[in-house]
Each structure stands twice: as structure tokens, then as C-alpha cells.
């Protein structure tokens, strides 16, 4: 045996030894604790006894462990994600019970309740100590991980990784360029600023289109268009169903029309992986990915990320243990905020401390060990979402502490991946970028005591309830949750066919944005044609304090921009001028004029107030951080960079668009000598990823 090899045999069996003996001296101190473990006979044994026999239920558990349970899991493969996370304690318990049976003479003894307790505990504290170890010693960390490598390349009967580097994008969702910017300079994100400060890393503003959102933005940087997006929701007069982007359904859809509109299969066609994202971008390798989460039958492995990551109890655990940390931090703050009557607020009761729990722990832990995965595996470009600030961000607000807290664990998910790289079996470059950013302020709801609906609704002469509706969120972790759990992406009135009577409008909200449309109409109705309907709606929207403008369609001027006082605009007459855009942006008028192309476009697109001077909005959803419209932090998201890339733009330039985004990235992976993204039709449609796997990466310690 050689000397090096000789060395990592002795550091591996050096590291279990220590992390055995943790287990015993664990085992023992809650067999003192709890009166329903023991570890001696009825007769009482001597300390020494007592300790063998906390040694051998120890091993046996530790054993079966890494024996039994990755068999387990995979027995259980057709159980929803979220289900599996819960039941890893009775699991992990069952195994920790069934290790006390083999210490001889019966000695080991637990009610089954007390086992679940036991076991938890232990496999907490051996991950723990065995992450320490690791980390602590930088040689053991290093030859641990070239051991993951070297076995996911024998998997693959892949050679030695090629020298050219990989890329790996990292999406912040919802994190703006001013707030990362903001959080740099106050010392929240360390590792960004260490960059930046360094050199190595280039920062650049870019500015999305009009619908600010992840559907629009993603669909556009992964697949090259987003074209005929012109919001998260919006109803189809052609198919009579509503478009959701967090919808499986739709998303599948929106990925086959942007496929179809630019001729290839995406940013990540060859050699590439998409985790955690709305859309495939091309990849073969996917995981939690949901237009691949509408498929029925066993080619659907979108949710294999989630089995992979908890085959190893250990991760199990100590994610489901932070889970539950991260649900009462969640109503811890939602009570101090409502004991201080913090304005503006929303409800952020029911499922929602669950819903933010998954997506800032479950989720992250997943889709970081996902990349952490495809690094050590050696593939060329991966594209990653994490969605943890932009659900805190919705309700408690992007500027809020509970934000800045989730900002300063992403920044430790990227250090983290950033130590990977440096032992990946080739180089790799690390992009982090951002869809869109968030906007501040009041419910359209809490400020006026009606929503967007009602006043439509008041404004075509239809009776208006009494008590206002409230619109949930259209927050991305939803979403996930719900695919996690195998249940459709359905909320109230989003059903594929709405039910309302075909005379009277759809309104949809998408952040500060609203569509207005009319069913029974199967063109997009001209501003007069409104008029002869519902003579007072337009009047009625148009002069309301918290709408900005309005969009419609002029039969004599063409596309047309409504704002207060009877302010009425042709869009071809904008720019340098006036008007209800004025507060919106040099470039607002553009925006607009390219959403007003779109086929669906909406009857009606209603903008909501924004106030230039502090940066507010006002979100039709029950949001108080927004984003889906014109106004403020919401349109301006970032680009970071390592230096070693050409500049995304030539100095002086602003960078527009999600679909400029992704010329730039495919520029960057031709500059690495990366995958060229070709006119390939026939690679539509992403493979399940087998080969994923999470077993071995110890998760992030949510305890700070």
C-alpha cells in the first residue's frame, strides 16, 4: 500500500474511531437521562459493562446506518418528498431499535417513542462531529472530497475531469442589486464582498423587461425567449385556460414555446444540469425542476434530488432539525412584528411557517448538495436556483432583518460550493446572478380596503362583495412545496378554466401588475370597444391613487397609455415626453411597447402607484416585497462575475433584458471552451437524472 494511500486509510478510520466514540459517550449520557433507555440487565452491570455495551449499540447503529438505510429510502421512492423528510425519524428509530437487539445478553432496551429521540440525537451529533472533523483538518476535508470524486467517476467510468473549467450559476431569486450591493458593504455576505474586494469578481447591474418576474426572467436566461410572457398569470383568450409560471403544467408549456421560437434546446443543452429551477434549460441531468414535474409515470424524476439528499440519515436529521428551528424563528418573528405593529405587515400564519421553512432549508440544503454533486462530478455547466430570500423577502420585506439573515446563510452556501471548487476534478468558475429584485411597500388591499378585483368589478357596474378578497402569493417555494408533495399547482380562482360567467372579466395579479380580461371576447378588445361595454371602468382605473397607468389598445391610435385626469398617450408618442411613465424610467416606455407585441397580452395591464422617492409599489397579491411590474428595485437585478470572463457589455452600455442575459452566458461558455448550445430540436426534452446523488454531503448547519 503507498504511502499517500496508506494515509487516507489511516485519516478515514481515524475520523470513525473518533466519531464512534462521540456516539458511545452520547449513548450513555442519554441512557442517564431518559428513564425509558438503558444499556444494562435488570440486575444492574458495572461501568465497563455499561460502556462495551454502549460500544457495541453504538457500531451496530452506526453500521446499519450506512448499510440499511440508502436501502430504505429507495424502497420508498413513490413517497412524497416532504412525507419522507417527516417520517426519517420513526425510520432512523426503527434502525436504532433493531441495533440495540443485537448487543448481546439483551442489555440494550428503548420504548419505540424513546428510540426516535435516541436515534435523532445520535445521528445529529455524528454528523456534526464528523463535519467538524473534516473541516477542521484541511487535508482530511481535501481527500474526502477527491474520494466522492474518484467514486462518481467510477460510476460514470469517466477518465481523469478535463482542464477546461466548468460554470456554475448560482441564482439568488429576488436578491436586487442595490440590496446585494447593500449587503456587501455592511458585511452580511462576506464571501461576495471577499470577491469583490479581491478583484476577481466583476458586479453589473442588468434591467428586466416589464413582467419582473422569475417565469419571464428564467424562461429568457435559460432558454433564450420570453417572448408572449407578459406575466406571472395570465389568461389565454385561444385555449381559454390561464398560464401560471410556477405551475407544472405551464411551465412545460412556456419551455416548448420558447424552444420552438429560438430552434435550440437551451443554455444547458450539452453536458449541462438545471436544480431547483422553474425550466430545464436543455439539461439531461434535472432535479426539482418543475416543467418536468408534470409528467406522469416513472420518467418523471424531477423530485429525485430530495431522495438522493435524505438516503443519508444524518442529513435527514439535521435538516429536519433545522426545519423545525426555521419554523419557530419564522413565528417568533411574526409575532414580535405583530406585537410591535410593524406597517406594513401581512398574515404570515397557517401554512406559511412551513412553506418559508422548505424553501430556506429543505429546498437550499437540496439543490446545494445537488451542485455539489454535479461539480464533483465534473459537468460542464450547471444552473442552480435558491429561493429562500425571495420567499422572506414577500412577507417580511426585502430590506427587513429576517431577510438580511437568509442573505448571510446564502452567502455560506456559497463559500461552501466555492471550497468545493477548489477540489473539483476540473476548474470552475462560479456566476451568481439574480431573475429580479423586490419593490417595498403596502398591499393595494391594506391601503385602500378593496383589491384590484373589486375595483374592476365596481368600475363594469357588478356587484362587489363586502368583504375583500384576499390574493395569495405567487411565491416560487409554493409552488416547489406543492410539487413536492405530488399536488397540483391550483390556487382559487387559477384553475386551467376559470368558472366565473364568460361575460364577466378575469383580473389577475402579478405582483404590482394586473390583467383585465375579458372571456367572452375572443380578440384583444380596443379601448373603445371597452367603452361601449362598461363606459366607467377606464375612468374608474385609470384616476384610482393607487394605479400608475394603464395599457389598452386604441382602434385609432393603436397602443395607447391611460393615467390620471384623463391623460391619454399614444405609446409611439412616449419617449421623451411626459406622461403616466414618467416616474417609471427613461426606459419604461420600451417595456411596454415590447409586452404590448405579445399575442396574450392583456385587454387591460395595469401598473400599480410607484413612488420614485421611496422606492414603493403597491402589490395587488398579499406581498409587502413585490415584484412583476414597473417601479423601483423590482426591475433591477445583477450579474456577478468572475473577471476571468469577458465584460457582459461594453462600458457605457446597460444590460436589457433576460434575453441579452443569455447571449451573454452562452458567450461566457464558449469562452471556457464549455458547451456550445446548438440548433438541436431533437433535445427537447431533459432525461431523468439517475445519477444524482446527495449521500455523502454533510448539509449546512442552520444553528447561527
Known sequence: MGEGRWRRFAGTWWRSIAVWAVSTVTMLVLAGILPDFQLQSDNGDSATRIAVTAALGAGAFGVLSALVWPLLVRALLLVPALVLGLVVFFLNGGLLLFALALVPDGRGEANPETAVVVAAIMSAVASATGGALAVRDDDAYRRRLYRLADRRRRRGSAGAGPSTPGTVFLQLDGVGHDVLRDAVDRGVMPTVGAWLGSGTHRLTPWRTDWSSQTGASQLGILHGSNYDVPAFRWYEKDTREIQVSNRPTSAAELQRRAIEHTGDGGLLTLDGASRGNLFSGGAEQVALVLSVAARRGKENRSRAGYFAYFSDPANAVRTALSFVAEVG????????????????????????????????????????????????????????????????????????????????????????????????????????????????GETFRARYGLGLQDLVRAGCGLPVPRRARRTHSGAEARAAVRAALRRPVEEGDEKHRPASRRSEPIVLASGNLGLVSFPDVPHRMSKEEIDVRHPALLATLANHPGIGFLLVRSEEHGAVVLGARGAEIPLADLDGRPGPLADFGAHAADAVRRTDSFPHTADIMVNSWYDPAEGEVLAFEEQIGSHGGLGGAQGHPFLLAPEAFSPPVAKGVELVGAQQVHHVLRRWLREGSGPQVPLDKSRHEPAPDASFTAATVTPQDDSA
Do not use: N
Open 329 to 440: 424563528r419564522e413565528i417568533g418573528q411574526s409575532t414580535r412584528a405583530r406585537l410591535t405593529r410593524r406597517r406594513p405587515r401581512v398574515g404570515r400564519g397557517g401554512l406559511y411557517p412551513f412553506i418559508r421553512a422548505f424553501a430556506t432549508v429543505v429546498e437550499r440544503d437540496v439543490v446545494v448538495a445537488a451542485v455539489i454533486g454535479d461539480m464533483l462530478a465534473g459537468r460542464s455547466a450547471v444552473y442552480a436556483d435558491l429561493v429562500a430570500y425571495d420567499e422572506v423577502a414577500h412577507h417580511s420585506g426585502p430590506v427587513s432583518r429576517d431577510a438580511e439573515k437568509v442573505l448571510a446563510r446564502l452567502d455560506r452556501s456559497l463559500a461552501l460550493l466555492a471550497k468545493v471548487a477548489e477540489h473539483a476534478p476540473r476548474p470552475y468558475r462560479i456566476v451568481v446572478l439574480s431573475d429580479h429584485g423586490q419593490s417595498p
